[in-house]
């Protein structure tokens, strides 16, 4: 243990003036045992630091061959290792100037047991949950609608809440959001997706109901529509069809609903469009007009990143392309979608990028960064700043 003679004495050696430095002294000293491997830190900001004085917890999600993120209630980090130059030093206990009192502030030395070191530590920034995997686990077993008589259900790989939180790298909040985007349901304590023939013959239920009562699609009363398709289906299967394609208030005690257009013109097209590699526009725009509910009216500003039009075509084409679909990887997915089209369109490709853009980031960086612009026949187009292979 050094005494402050002893460190004065070094300071002279040092050629250093006492009254250039803070006047707490600090003597470290190296514990039992001491490795670099026992600690590990990480960098946390204020909005982190409260999180955990709060008493809430982190969580560090990945299976082994998926880079970890760390997860709050609601929001998604990605983990990098950033290396430093300088030791880093594990001291429990060790008081720096502004955790002394006025009487402490005079010149003295303080002890302190180095517990670790390191040289390196996590890194935490804000980033997008990688959401693509949840619709691809709920979809290995989807929900066809109750099991016929004398068979049982199949509740083969079907997911808890827990289970999607041991799974999925993303906050629970998000992944909460991002069920009610993919119309999940929790059926006997397991979250599902529904098949996609089942959802639309429980959607072609309730607009052939407001058809033949006659009802306006901004006023379907729930209770008369559990009433009259409940020997059809399910009533929470009709409810749970209701919340996705329409929005419920409440008039004079009773729940209705009013149905999106939007979303039941896009659930159509999506129909119409998933068995087939390309479809004429024009004749496309025809039959969707023609399937979807009268009174209903057909954009094609309702398939934005579902469905990609492609005018270069004579006739003018349409095919399925669905961003969910697309890897979550940004470098992937614009070499992927290069590989899909040499060059597109801003208005094009938009659509399929801006899901990838981060806190404070914009469209336009990203095309700045991952793509090389150009101008055809007075429109500026995109394309790849690198050979794709093909």
């Not at 402050?4 to 004495?9: C, K, N, S, Y």
């Not at 993919?182 to 407001?210: F, P």
């Not at 609903?257 to 159509?268: F, I, M, S």
């Not at 470098?331 to 399929?352: A, C, G, Q, S, V």
Request: a negative charge.
């Amino acid at each position: 243990m050094r005494t402050l003679e002893e460190v004065q004495a070094t300071l002279e050696i040092a050629k250093l003036k006492e009254e250039d430095l803070q006047k707490t002294v600090q003597c470290l000293s190296l514990g039992d045992n001491v490795s670099s491997d026992d600690y590990c830190l990480i960098e946390l900001d204020d909005t982190l630091c409260h999180h955990i004085e709060a008493g809430q917890s982190l969580v560090i999600r990945g299976d082994t061959d998926e880079h970890a993120v760390l997860c709050s209630g609601d929001k998604t980090y990605d983990l990098k290792i950033a290396h430093t130059s300088n030791l880093l030093l594990f001291l429990p206990g060790c008081q720096t100037p502004e955790h002394l009192t006025n009487s402490q502030q005079s010149t003295h030395v303080l002890h302190a047991e180095i517990w670790g070191f390191c040289n390196s530590y996590w890194e935490v920034r804000k980033h997008r949950p990688r959401l693509k995997k949840l619709l691809k686990v709920l979809m290995e077993n989807p929900y066809e609608g109750p099991a016929l008589a004398g068979q049982q259900e199949n509740t083969e790989n079907t997911y808890t809440m827990d289970d999607l939180l041991e799974t999925i790298q993303a906050s629970e909040e998000e992944i909460k959001k991002h069920l009610q985007t993919i119309h999940a349901c929790q059926i006997n304590g397991c979250w599902r997706v529904l098949d996609s023939d089942y959802e639309m013959k429980l959607l072609g239920h309730v607009t052939q109901l407001v058809d033949s009562e006659s009802w306006s699609f901004n006023k379907v009363p729930l209770q008369t529509s559990l009433e009259e398709l409940g020997p059809l289906e399910p009533r929470e299967m009709i409810e749970h069809c209701l919340n996705c394609y329409g929005t419920h208030y409440i008039e004079n005690g009773e729940v209705f609903y009013t149905l999106d257009e939007a979303k039941v013109c896009r659930a159509t097209a999506l129909m119409l469009l998933k068995n087939a590699v390309k479809f004429n526009l024009g004749e496309f725009q025809e039959v969707w007009q023609q399937s979807v509910p009268e009174g209903m009216s057909t954009r094609l500003d309702q398939l934005r990143s579902a469905a990609l039009v492609d005018r270069t075509s004579r006739p003018e084409t349409i095919c399925l392309l669905r961003v969910e679909d697309l890897p979550e990887d940004t470098l992937e997915r614009f070499n992927h979608l290069f590989t899909l089209r040499e060059k597109w369109t801003e208005e094009d490709i938009i659509p399929y990028i801006e899901d990838l853009c981060g806190e404070k980031q914009t469209t336009g960086a990203l095309l700045t960064k991952y793509a090389r612009s150009s101008m055809q026949n007075g429109t500026k187009v995109f394309n790849s700043r690198r050979p794709i292979a093909t």
